[in-house]
């Protein structure tokens, strides 16, 4: 089970730090990935952190301002959120990879948190 944590009300321009905890289990090697749903859209990519050499990949939309790393002391998966914008509102989700390799797409996670909700306000 994941679990994410750290979601909030934040002005435009401020901080948010996303964590993600594998309750019960560990992140077994595999990759982990970040997606968001913003209301009325379809869930969408936003980072992702492979394993084995801590290889990131992010969406066009959120580099530069966003930063995902492991901490292996916690067994948890952080998403930094800085210089957040109002259409970074959504339900942010954390998933476990089929692989160590994480992916852009939503069909190579096997596990997935309930989400925690990022608003934004200008």
């Known amino acids: 089970q994941l679990v994410e944590s750290g979601g909030g009300s934040v002005q435009a321009g401020g901080s948010l730090r996303l964590s993600c905890a594998a309750s ?4 077994n090697n595999n990759g982990v990935g970040w997606f968001r749903q913003a209301p009325g859209k379809e869930r969408e990519f936003v980072a992702g952190l492979n ?4 290889d990131t990949l992010y969406a066009d939309s959120v580099k530069g301002r966003f930063s995902v790393s492991r901490d292996n002391a916690k ?16 339900v942010y989700y954390c998933a476990s990879a089929l ?16 989400g ?3 608003t934004v306000s200008s």
């Open 51 to 54: 394993w084995r050499g801590g």
């Open 24 to 27: 019960g289990r560990t992140f």
């Open 75 to 90: 067994n948890q998966v952080n998403l930094q959120m800085n210089s957040l914008k109002p259409e970074d509102t959504a």
């Open 99 to 114: 692989s160590a390799v994480a992916s852009r797409s939503s069909d190579r996670y096997r596990y997935w948190g309930q």
């Open 116 to 118: 925690t909700l990022v």
